[in-house]
């Protein structure tokens, strides 16, 4: 049976695809025409807890939530516990990507390289303005996920899927 024209141009472009692919592979220098990457911040220069809220009525980041952070336990550490709680509010693209540290206090680097210990965290998110300020009377006034930090050398982000009646969270990357 003869291929169709629309079998022949796929073939064509997964064929024009394959030949740029593999030319761009093979390059051992970039090309000076190739597009630059816009500069990202780079894994070692953000902090070591990060979180990032999505609002799942709308199907968009959940900007503008205010987020503390607090440092609840760590096992033989007194040090850091109990201090004012970190603070922050996600960006437009519903991140926390820094902390504001209360004045006096260890901030998070300091707290979280204290002692190779277990440390246990909470992430508290205002979620009772962010609602109110859309006409949304939300069951969860604020939601918490505390977590458990157990190495030191991973960065740990938390995610929340949140709703006016709901909210799931898990472990990022």
């Known amino acids: 049976m003869p291929a169709s024209s629309t079998e022949k141009r796929a073939t064509q472009r997964i064929a024009a695809l394959s030949a740029q692919l593999s030319s761009t592979l093979s390059s051992p220098e970039p090309s000076s025409t190739a597009p630059i990457a816009p500069a990202t911040m780079s894994a070692d220069r953000r902090p070591p807890i990060t979180c990032h809220v999505l609002d799942t009525t709308v199907g968009k980041p959940g900007a503008n939530i205010p987020?503390?952070?607090?440092?609840?336990?760590?096992?033989?550490?007194?040090?850091?516990?109990?201090?004012?709680?970190?603070?922050?509010?996600?960006?437009?693209?519903?991140?926390?990507?820094?902390?504001?540290?209360?004045?006096?206090?260890?901030?998070?680097?300091?707290l979280f390289h204290l002692k190779d210990v277990e440390q246990t965290y909470a992430l508290k998110f205002d979620t009772q303005e962010y609602f109110e300020q859309r006409d949304i009377k939300a069951f969860f006034p604020e939601v918490e996920v505390r977590?458990?930090?157990?190495?030191?050398?991973?960065?740990?982000?938390?995610?929340?899927?949140l709703g006016p009646f709901g909210y799931t969270t898990y472990r990022g990357s």
């Open 67 to 110: 987020v503390t952070l607090s440092l609840i336990s760590a096992k033989g550490q007194h040090t850091g516990v109990g201090q004012p709680p970190l603070t922050a509010t996600t960006n437009a693209d519903g991140r926390v990507t820094a902390w504001e540290t209360p004045r006096g206090c260890f901030g998070l680097e300091e």
């Open 147 to 161: 977590f458990l930090v157990d190495n030191k050398k991973e960065h740990y982000h938390v995610p929340v899927l």
